[in-house]
């Protein structure tokens, strides 16, 4: 009988709930944010933590008669970090298990902030992973050429057959198109599906989407930041600078239209006004990369640590994380990706 009880209760409750649509409590006042699904912003404190104080600062220095002994600090080497751009909590890796070894032991990866857990998707890729928001990760395999796979490990699609060097795809904001450095070594637009669409014609050193109709690049000298229109053809120079992107790793845009790069001055950010702001000098930052922005003031990137106790043995321990930078504190911390 309570049972009945309880459900007459309910029938109640619920015919005054549709009566008064106006105090049905949205979603998130029923369910606390980071209470579950993928939007949990406090796992980026509980999944980091903070780097050692010998880690490599920008005045460290080894003295060595002979060159120092190499050694890595970690089982695997986490290399090229690419946001979901669909969710800020998740972002693909390539992890390379026994980086001593100088093999190919690599494998792309998804990381989700929210459970915890990584994913494994595919030991085919070599470089240059870019995540679409149609859910494709694109990659150049290890017979350097261009794949597509998504997120959950479905449908791995070759899409070049032609020489060697297919290089750093990016998708556009859609995810309809890609850009890439073919084996020719001219810069291509292709649909989503691989058929060729049309040449830029000039030269790239990194390059991103700003816009459908328009790319940012740098120079092959890193002396200009550029933006270049696809449907008027015309080239116009956002900043002039010395040492943007030097590795020419990855330039991102976030969605202010921002834009992040590294620098050995540091990690730079550049509005479209030509104005540079360098937010970090904590670390080696030309020894850094893939910066992008998790949130208004937190962001992911790349960094090649070294650590200074064992400068005086001569000894080069070094490893590859994944960081996250606070702007507002200066503080970095490395994330704990589960294996």
């Known amino acids: 009988m309570p049972y009945i009880k309880i459900y007459y209760v309910l029938l109640i409750f619920l015919a005054i709930v549709s009566c008064r649509k106006d105090k049905v409590p949205e979603l998130e006042e029923v369910i606390p944010i980071g209470g579950g699904g993928d939007h949990c912003p406090e796992m980026y404190n509980q999944r980091s933590e903070a780097y050692p ?52 032991n690599d494998e792309l990866c998804v990381y989700n902030f929210c459970n915890n857990k990584t994913k494994i998707l595919t030991d085919k890729v070599n470089y240059g992973i870019d995540w679409s928001v149609k859910d494709w990760i694109i990659f150049t395999g290890k017979d350097l050429q261009l794949y597509k796979i998504r997120s959950n490990g479905d449908s791995l699609t070759k899409l070049t057959d032609t020489g060697d060097f297919n290089n750093y795809a990016r998708w556009s904001p859609d995810g309809t198109r890609y850009l890439y450095l073919d084996a020719s070594s001219n810069f291509k637009i292709c649909d989503e599906n691989g058929e060729f669409l049309e040449y830029t014609g000039f030269s790239m050193k990194s390059w991103a989407w700003l816009n459908e109709d328009e790319i940012i690049y740098s120079n092959q000298g890193n002396t200009e930041l550029r933006k270049y229109n696809l449907e008027t053809e015309t080239t116009s120079t956002i900043v002039t600078q010395i040492g943007i992107a030097p590795s020419g790793d990855r330039i991102s845009i976030a969605d202010n239209g921002d834009i992040y790069t590294t620098a050995d001055v ?64 200066n503080n970095e911390k490395r994330i704990k990706i589960s294996e």
Request: aromatic share 14%; hydrophobic share 35%; proline share 4%.
């Open 53 to 104: 104080d010998t880690f490599h600062k920008s005045n460290a220095e080894m003295n060595c008669i002979v060159s120092p002994e190499t050694v890595y600090m970690e089982d695997f080497a986490y290399n090229a970090p690419i946001l979901n751009p669909n969710n800020a909590f998740e972002f693909a890796f390539i992890r390379t298990a026994n980086p001593d070894e100088m093999s190919w």
């Open 266 to 329: 540091g990690l730079v950010r550049v509005n479209q006004s030509g104005s540079i702001e360098v937010l970090d000098t904590n670390y080696v930052t030309y020894s850094s990369g893939y910066p992008q922005v998790l949130t208004e003031n937190k962001i992911l990137l790349q960094r090649f640590i070294v650590d200074t106790t064992y400068f005086e043995d001569c000894e080069d321990h070094y490893a590859t994380y994944m960081s996250i930078f606070d702007i507002n504190t």
